[in-house]
């Protein structure tokens, strides 16, 4: 199967593409700046006027302007948490996941106790691939007597990305038991039940997300992408197009009609998810095909990256 292309419009955040799930992917690239994005004022701006702003805007150009203020700071106080954990959220956000590693890592070895860095240092592992080291420093990034939402959907990701959904979906259910509702945390749940090929406990779930009011645009392509999974091609354009132009939902259902046809592991989700209990088939016999080129492994591997890991 030839790969689609990614959907236009600038990504909030840049995705590995070879370590994750192709289906899901094409829906998650976001258009510049959605509605009630976040601008960036002079003041955070210029490390001359006061203390750039911690919180990360939306805006890719808004996101490079952040980042620039915060690596001024770093450049004079290398080894403040706050500068650091900021700095690393711009160099993140702006795909620059190995500088983020590396200036992650250095405090991390300062400040070993220090939950939230190794935390940033661990989601900042998945971003460059390094899963185990990641899962590994996630681990240690909160305590079981106090476990932390955000860490513990991040964990969630990194089981995903290594294929072991029944337990990335454990860590999504329990993040949601301390912060129910969050959209982030049903989103990711939302994909993995996909991967699953549960296909309407993630229309169900993502629904839920897209419903809360601090839902962000990747949340509702993700609900798109799994209505048009399931052949809702109509509401599936009319989410897309809260986000992206008519035109542009429109060819982003359009590549997702063409993966359907030309793939039989898209036919056998749909099969798989409208199946009523029934004694299982023989398993097909399958050729082999080279490490990589498989679309099912296309599939598996290509939609928990898409789960984020804030």
């Not at 329990?174 to 989103?187: F, K, T, W």
């Not at 004694?279 to 080279?290: K, L």
Request: aromatic share 4%; hydrophobic share 40%; net charge positive.
């Amino acid at each position: 199967m030839t790969p689609p292309k990614a959907f236009s419009g600038a990504p909030t955040k840049v995705l590995r593409v070879g370590a994750l799930k192709l289906a899901l992917l094409a829906l998650t690239a976001l258009p510049l700046c959605v509605a009630g994005c976040k601008s960036l004022s002079m003041s955070d701006m210029t490390s001359s006027i006061g203390k750039p702003d911690t919180e990360l805007p939306s805006a890719p150009e808004d996101v490079r302007r952040y980042t620039q203020a915060w690596e001024k700071r770093y450049d004079s106080k290398p080894n403040d948490k706050e500068t650091v954990l900021a700095f690393a959220r711009g160099l993140r956000a702006q795909g620059q996941f190995d500088q983020a590693v590396a200036v992650l890592q250095k405090l991390a070895l300062k400040n070993p106790e220090d939950l939230e860095i190794l935390g940033g240092y661990g989601k900042a592992l998945a971003d460059t691939g390094r899963l185990q080291e990641a899962a590994e420093v996630l681990k240690q990034s909160h305590r079981p007597e106090k476990p932390n939402w955000s860490i513990l959907s991040a964990q969630g990701s990194v089981a995903d990305q290594l294929g072991d959904h029944a337990a990335a979906q454990a860590f999504y259910r329990e993040s949601l038991n301390i912060n129910p509702g969050e959209p982030a945390v049903l989103s990711n749940l939302g994909l993995s039940l996909a991967l699953t090929k549960r296909l309407d406990q993630a229309e169900e779930t993502l629904r839920l997300a897209a419903a809360h009011p601090r839902a962000d645009a990747r949340v509702r392509q993700n609900l798109a992408l799994v209505l048009a999974l399931q052949g809702k091609f109509t509401e599936a354009e009319v989410i897309s197009a809260r986000d992206v132009s008519p035109e542009q939902a429109t060819a982003n259902v359009t590549t997702i009609r063409q993966m359907i046809s030309q793939s039989n592991t898209w036919r056998e989700i749909q099969t798989t998810n409208t199946r009523t209990a029934a004694p299982a088939a023989p398993a097909r016999q399958r050729t082999a095909r080279a490490p990589g080129k498989d679309p099912e492994e296309a599939w598996t591997r290509a939609a928990a990256a898409t789960a984020n890991a804030r």
